[in-house]
């Protein structure tokens, strides 16, 4: 099942593609080929291909149960919040959180899950800021 | 006799303090990088790159590192396997098979040690296969024109999804979904944006380095969230004992690495197979002519010998095509292509002829390597062993945000951020639906080039596709491409590795 889902996504993706490239505005300057061609050639690919998925199935793969799935896709709220915080609270703090928060969800105890998140981000900025001098964010604390 | 003089060079070339240096540090942590589980040549090169990228290191040391990281991870792969029995990397895979039960057997400190020398036997002969084979290609490459590398392309998606994967329409898919986000961006021939939606962001198109990173690098710490492995393999900290081999037993085993070395070798250059293919071939080849009595799978160290010959020789031999065609073979070598692409080189038949010190340099550093990587195998394994006491709970964090230093440490920006964690969820979906990631990764490096080259070929022939036919070489290329991929489907499963069928190879690397 999970692979006709998969398959008829691909469907879509493949007919949106496909649209994109009709849309391509052609400049006044091209060759014969034109830069519509390859992308066309892409989505037929990807069509035919997600077709014989949608035929032709393999067998279902383990899906985690929810609570997995939510782990998942709290740890990609928690990156997501990363990135948009890193320019505004620096590149330690937000590391030291989010190293934790990781480091609890895969079986730290939460005080030991708080030292390793302090002591990763310590760490990386020492390596990479302080010895190779790699920009890294700079928060209002000046690191 | 230029072969050996251009050797000579490029020793000039690597034997400086800072390339010694470079060389030193990635064996180091190639080594490292292979031993712990969950980290593999692939995924470990490629949160690396970045960094390199961004300390500014010049072509050739940055090759060096990342190449020496290529080299130790394949010598790393066997700590795990044979102390933990859980594969360090894809390619250490077969390695379990006989190391473990010697090392339950209370030989730890022998099977490391065989292996190492085995690692070490592979890798040296495979570079000088390098040497002498990469060159040769080159000849065979200067007569290409675009048409001839347009079907070069086709044959590396070709036999990529036909040999390494289990379900071509997946691979096809993997790979039209790789060159679909190569296209997005601004049209190089004429200038018009495509697929980019009006987002300013887009018109650069999509940096394969954060597509690499993601993919590869974050994707892994959500299958580890997923199974939340969160024990060490601590508990099964065994006793390294002796860490010097009786010579007997090399004696023993020198014929499987001979015989091994050459296997993997082959499936190194093959487009599309690989050090995991390497070492299970030499294991199953090595099998079938040298078990008599049924020692094989209880702690031969033959076994032991013939896939890590194997797979080292196999590492070697994917930098065969990757240099002299600029056409990756493995998950490894692509993103080794990434690099050089992200250094503004374009490998194939030009780097030999333009920048030879940058292949040779290389070439020499990766000799020099494979001395590094002996004596730190053999002596210094214990070391190595240490490391493997690390918890992932630990070490996955610190994957993670390592991966974001580097991308961050490129553009400074936010969007390539989101950009990879992107990658990173799709990365993770693709994997349990058992979409190779490898086409992928290609694609995206790749289609730039096969476009502009089919674009060339039709502004040369004005548009007549026929042409893309008219030569000889372009019709065995696209023959071979074609014999690549339809034989796996008819030949089925003889060819692939077994073990790779089972639900392991989900979270496995692609070497």
Redo the contacts between chains.
Sequence with gaps: M??RI?GVF?LLLAAF?LW??TQ????F???????KA??YM??I??A???A??VL?P?TE????SFP?LF??GM??AV??A???F??EYG?VAC?AV???Y??W????APLS?VI??IA??I??YVI?HLV??????RGPWGF | MDTLASLADGFAVALTWQNLFLALIGCFLGTIIGALPGLGPSNGVAILIPLAFTLGLPATPALILLTSVYYGAMYGGRISSILLNIPGDEPALMTTLDGYPMARAGKAGEALAISGIASFVGAFFATWGLVFLAPQLVKVALLFGPAEYFALFVLAFATLGGVASRNQAKAAFAAALGLGIATIGVDGQTGVPRFAFGEVHLYDGIDFLVAIVGLFALSEVFIFLEHRAGGSGADGAMKVGRVIPRWKMVRETVPAMGRSTILGFIAGVLPGAGASLGSFISYTFEKRISDRNGTFGKGDPRGIAAPEAGNNAAAGGALVPMLALGVPGSGTTAVLLAMLLALNITPGPLLFQQNPDVVWGLIAALFIGNLMLLAMNLPMVSLFVRVLLIPTRYLMPAVAMISFVGIYGISGSTFDLMVMIAFGVLGWVLRKLDVPLVPIILGVLLGDQMEKNLRRAMTIHDGDWTMLFNSWLAIGLWAFAIVGFVLPLIVGRYFRPKIADEPIAEGADPD
């Design positions: 999970s692979d998969f691909g593609y994109q490239a391509i505005e052609l400049s300057i091209s060759d014969p080929f034109g830069p390859f992308p892409i989505g690919v990807l035919v291909a997600s014989i998925v032709k393999d793969p383990e899906w985690p997995r782990e998942i740890a990609t990156m997501i990363y990135a948009m890193l320019k590149f590391t989010a190293a934790a990781l480091s969800r895969l079986g730290a899950a390793a998140g990763i981000a760490g990386i990479f190779l001098g790699l920009s890294l964010a």
